[in-house]
């Protein structure tokens, strides 16, 4: 660990403390010649002193934040101090044992301009100056769906990359066939089938910083126009970022709210959950406590898309007109949800809401494996092959996998 000070008090200081290596740096203090900044504290309170205070004092070198470091260098020949205990910043460009590795620096600020990139393209559709669609909140959706019994279909990114048949989500390879349903399905007219789209136009303030700029980084180039063009102007969406009430917004009021007005939906219902073979929605937590029964049929984990017709027949054959239909399987859920409101059924494609809950359970920061779950944004290997109880394997009333 190097012991040192920082001489200058002024403009630099911060940019200078920031590249500075602290897991192998202690920062002693900042000398300046200012009276006025002496006998104070600054950032998170290191002590500003006189220079002459240090002479007696033990520390390996000098950081000189000034500019104009020639001056500074003499201060410290007239107090005795050896210029191999000075390491100025403006002139010693790089110096591996005291600041962060030069490469990470300008990776920083390559990422710190395209982030600015981003948000100025992003600027004009999330200040209302270019027209958007309308989306309404996940919110007023859920109380639709209490109301009236309607199904939901959502449209994220992976489905939108489907769409355009390339590679997005892992779980799922492009298809021609599924990009021709997704569009038929966009463009529904169904007044008991919600269509959802992603909230990635306006009102990012409300998520968190990381999470707007990856909204902004995707939508950046011909993705935001691509989408435009598929949505009508006088058309009414929903916001699909429903079914992820938690993990990208700044606070939780907004899964305080979601949570429970998704348990008023399936409250007493006979529920059927389609699910990949992992997912294993509502095993360990209290989701779904509150319905009357819970079946499940698995799916595969990866690429259900190849096995869709098998999945929508077991379904018809085997699951009750009256069951609520609960959905988790990517693009397919999007798909299969329609179909089955087309045949009578309520079906909400759920996307990942188990996940969501775990995490708002736990007060996580960030996105964390689950024991036992997949968690399709990780994508990390892990032990899956968990014992389940009794309960879950008597709830299974078909294998598709």
Sequence with gaps: MFLVYIWGAGYYLQQVVEEIDRTNVKILGILDTDRKKQNKELLGG???IAPSKILDKQYDYIIVSIKKYEM???????????????????????????????????????RKKEILKYRLDSAPYEWGIKVTPNIISGEILLEKIINDHSSLCRFGDGEFEMIREKERPWFQKPSNKLSKRLKEILFSEDRLINIAVAQNFVDL??????????????M??????????????DKVYYDTYVTRPYIIYKNRENADRIFPL????????????????????????????NVHS????LCPAQNAWDRYEIILTTVLEKVPEESLICISLGPCATVLAYDLAKQG?????????????????????????????M??????????????GEDYVNQIIAKII
Aim: glycine content about 4%.
């Design 46 to 48: 290191i002590p500003v």
């Design 205 to 218: 303030e409300k998520y968190k910083d990381d999470a707007a700029d990856s909204i902004r980084e995707y």
């Design 294 to 297: 819970i079946s499940r049929i």
């Design 72 to 110: 500074i260098e003499e201060e410290c020949e007239k107090l005795g101090i050896p210029g191999d205990r000075l390491i100025e910043y403006w002139k010693n460009e790089y110096n591996n044992f005291i600041f962060k590795k030069r490469c990470e620096r300008v990776e920083e600020l390559i």
């Design 375 to 388: 968690v399709a944004e990780l994508h990390k290997e892990q032990d899956l092959e968990m014992a389940v």
């Design 262 to 289: 998704f348990k008023e939906i399936w409250k007493d219902r006979d529920v059927v959950i389609i699910e990949g073979k992992y997912s294993r929605i509502a095993v360990g937590n209290d989701l779904m406590k």
């Design 220 to 233: 950046f180039g011909d993705t935001r126009d691509f989408i435009l063009k598929l949505m009508r102007k």
């Design 345 to 373: 059924y309520q079906a909400l494609d759920i996307g990942q809401i188990d996940n969501e809950y775990e995490w708002y359970l736990r007060e996580a920061k960030e996105r964390v494996e689950i024991p036992g779950k």
